[in-house]
């Protein structure tokens, strides 16, 4: 650890979680809700049939709100009016501050906890003895959307925008995961016996899940939805569920089984302390201000309020000069420039010096795509791989240039999948016709005004202000007419995205030379609002692009093998959306056609033959055939040789998670170059065997 990990490390260890507080709040407590505001917190008081109200200054009973029929969980609206899920009359209630009746919704046997809202002003509950995951409108409290999931699902955990619901699946020993903006099962994911509850990690770049039948915590990636790891030491008896100060400093999990809870350090994941509650802490809540946390203990019937400790002061930080260069990308075309190749985006970052490089990588994606490469000198990760400027420039010169490089773009599979599904209806619903005749000729008279296409390949023409002002004309006809109706992958809402990270890149690194490198179409957006800002010095990017004679190190990659490792992670991404029913059937099937040779002959594990036609009319009777059961494709121990006339060899391993249940083969394939596909090859054949 590095000098100041350690000195914060010894910080946390001196902490003191104490308990201040125990308040008698009914029998069998359980949820916990805060105001928005913090001052007051709600208790669903199952054993009782009321919610508690507590001051949250004074922690003392204010009174109580009667709620018949096994209050599980609570939320307050901004009315004042209460959500509550009743355990033992399958419903949810709409109650007035008084306790009256407004609304009364049946949702099934046995509701849990209520999680929301989302931005969308929506709320998830488990139906324990149905096996379904409710989405309830709070608008009008009625069922927007239902799930089946595993058997006996306890509460689910959502990501902040909406977009992801993880459940517990309780005597499966499984995690469903649901994508809520397409509507589908994404995975079903094995993580032990009895996960009882769960949470996000900040950032959202990981699940930390309860597996009460082994004592431990498992951690899920939150973009692979690969388990990644396990946290046993400190852990207590039968740990039931996790909860995470706002902050992000801690983690908290409660052990119904030792009667306590164990504080996790974060971002270490390393257990601290052990702090005595009540009997069977069964629900936690942090307060808005992360300084106290209230465990409802349906043994003892009490709410044991700890007190958290404070951040320790942070250092004062001197003024310093954050010099700021952004560097438009071209991605794969970058392969194919004579005037803007891999090797002149090499030549740029040497000259440029970073000390950080912002990357439109996704942070949840960033950790798997550095292993892979630190383990086999290539990306191996799905996204990633499709960006070359990273997987044959920027990995390769970080091993030998000192410079950080922190992932940045705000893009997710999720919103990429919504907003194709938006942009296809866009294009094919009558209901938008007019608006898209008017959209393709405004989009026509724009780029009719681009200049020619070496020049928009030109790097001194991609970082000038007359290019950003070509992209500008081009995006916000874009953006006018879509971004809204495409949501949160629009043209506005990606660029914030991706501007707020990079925003708190900068302010992470003051007094260091940060490069930040995404996709020329976004370099304008990023320099607008870098612009703003009085606390940086915006550098110029020509004053480091490289001539055209200028002599430039070789790049250590192979293009060649770069292309087949592109398209194989790519078409079997396509293969999971297809299969998982995102991709429109309509036209859908065009990327795969497009890159199988006439020949094209694939010998299955089981040693049936099938033809180019064959295989193709077999793809498009499969279409969303998984949908509801969850599908991930993935892709590991990529290699490949050339075996002359523009072929190669590759072999690796395709795994597939349906449902739950994991399943490999190992793929032997032919690839051969090929122009006007997407990466620049065709496949020849495929052998495919089964793994043990």
């Avoid at 039931?240 to 270490?268: K, M, Q, T």
């Avoid at 030549?347 to 795509?369: F, G, K, S």
């Avoid at 370099?523 to 692009?545: A, G, M, P, S």
Wanted: glycine share 8%; proline share 6%; net charge negative.
């Amino acid at each position: 650890m590095t000098p100041y990990v350690i000195a914060a490390w010894l910080a946390v260890q001196a902490a003191v979680f104490e308990v201040e507080t125990v308040i008698d709040v009914g029998r069998a407590p359980h949820q916990i809700h805060f105001t928005d505001d913090g001052t007051t917190a709600l208790i669903a008081a199952a054993g009782s049939d009321h919610i508690a109200v507590v001051d949250a200054r004074t922690e003392r009973l204010r009174g109580e709100i009667p709620a018949p029929g096994t209050p599980l969980g609570v939320v307050a609206l901004d009315s004042g009016e209460l959500i509550v899920s009743r355990f033992a009359s399958d419903t949810l209630g709409l109650l007035s501050p008084d306790g009256d009746v407004v609304r009364e919704l049946h949702v099934g046997g046995g509701p849990s906890l209520v999680v929301g809202p989302s931005p969308k002003n929506q709320y998830l509950v488990s139906i324990e003895k149905e096996n379904v995951l409710r989405v309830v409108d709070g608008d009008d409290l009625n069922v927007a959307r239902s799930y089946h999931v595993g058997s006996r699902p306890f509460p689910p955990s959502a990501t902040s925008d909406g977009r992801l619901a993880f459940v517990p699946n309780y005597d499966d020993g499984t995690v469903t995961v649901i994508d809520l903006w397409n509507e589908r099962v994404r995975d079903v994911v094995p993580v032990g016996a009895q996960p009882s509850g769960g949470a996000f990690l900040p950032f959202e770049l990981e699940y930390a899940v309860a597996v009460r039948g082994e004592n431990r915590i498992a951690f899920l990636d939150s973009a692979s939805f690969h388990v990644t790891g396990t946290l046993e030491d400190g852990i207590g008896d039968e740990p039931f569920s996790v909860v995470v100060s706002p902050d992000g400093r801690f983690a908290f999990v409660n052990n119904v089984a030792s009667d306590d809870i164990s504080v996790v350090e974060l971002p270490h994941k390393r257990v601290i302390e052990r702090v005595e509650v009540g009997a069977k802490p069964i629900a936690m809540a942090v307060s808005p201000a992360s300084d106290t946390l209230w465990v409802a203990s349906e043994g003892s019937h009490t709410v044991t309020i700890v007190r958290i400790p404070p951040r320790a002061d942070a250092a004062e930080t001197t003024e310093a000069n954050t010099e700021v260069a952004v560097l438009g990308m071209t991605h794969g075309r970058h392969r194919d420039s004579s005037t803007w190749s891999l090797a002149h985006v090499a030549e740029t970052i040497r000259r440029l010096e970073p000390d950080v490089v912002c990357t439109e990588i996704p942070p949840n994606r960033w950790d798997a795509a550095r292993k892979s490469f630190a383990d086999t000198g290539a990306i191996a990760e799905s996204r990633v791989v499709r960006f070359p400027e990273y997987t044959d420039v920027l990995l390769p010169l970080s091993k030998v240039m000192d410079f950080e490089i922190v992932p940045c773009a705000g893009w997710t599979q999720e919103m990429s999948d919504l907003r194709r599904t938006r942009i296809h209806e866009f294009d094919t619903d009558p209901a938008h016709s007019a608006a898209k005749r008017e959209y393709d000729a405004r989009m026509a008279t724009a780029r009719n005004a681009r200049p020619d296409a070496s020049t928009m390949d030109d790097p001194r023409f991609i970082h000038s202000d007359r290019y950003d002002g070509v992209m500008r004309n081009e995006y916000t006809i874009y953006d006018q007419t879509l971004n809204d109706w495409i949501g949160p992958g629009g043209w506005t809402q990606i660029n914030e995205s991706h501007y707020a990270l990079v925003e708190n890149a900068i302010r992470g690194h003051a007094g260091k030379r940060v490069l930040v490198t995404f996709g020329g179409a976004h370099k304008y957006w990023i320099r607008d609002r870098l612009r703003e800002r009085d606390d940086i010095t915006l550098l110029d990017v020509n004053d480091f692009l490289p001539g055209e004679s200028t002599d430039m190190e070789p790049l250590e990659a192979d293009d060649d093998d770069s292309r087949c490792r592109e398209e194989v992670f790519e078409l079997h991404q396509f293969f999971e959306d297809w299969f998982g029913g995102v991709i429109p059937v309509d036209g859908g099937l065009r990327r795969f056609e497009s890159v199988l040779a006439d020949d094209f002959e694939i010998v299955s594990p089981e040693g049936g033959k099938s033809s180019r036609t064959e295989i193709v009319k077999t793809l498009a009777g499969a279409h969303g055939v998984f949908r509801d059961q969850g599908v991930r494709i993935w892709i590991e121990n990529f290699r490949s040789r050339p075996i002359g006339d523009g072929a190669r060899i590759a072999t690796y391993e395709e795994w597939q998670r349906i449902g739950g249940k994991t399943k490999a083969r190992l793929s032997t394939v032919v690839l051969t170059r090929s122009e006007g596909t997407p990466n620049g090859v065709s496949w020849r054949h495929v052998h495919e065997t089964w793994l043990p």
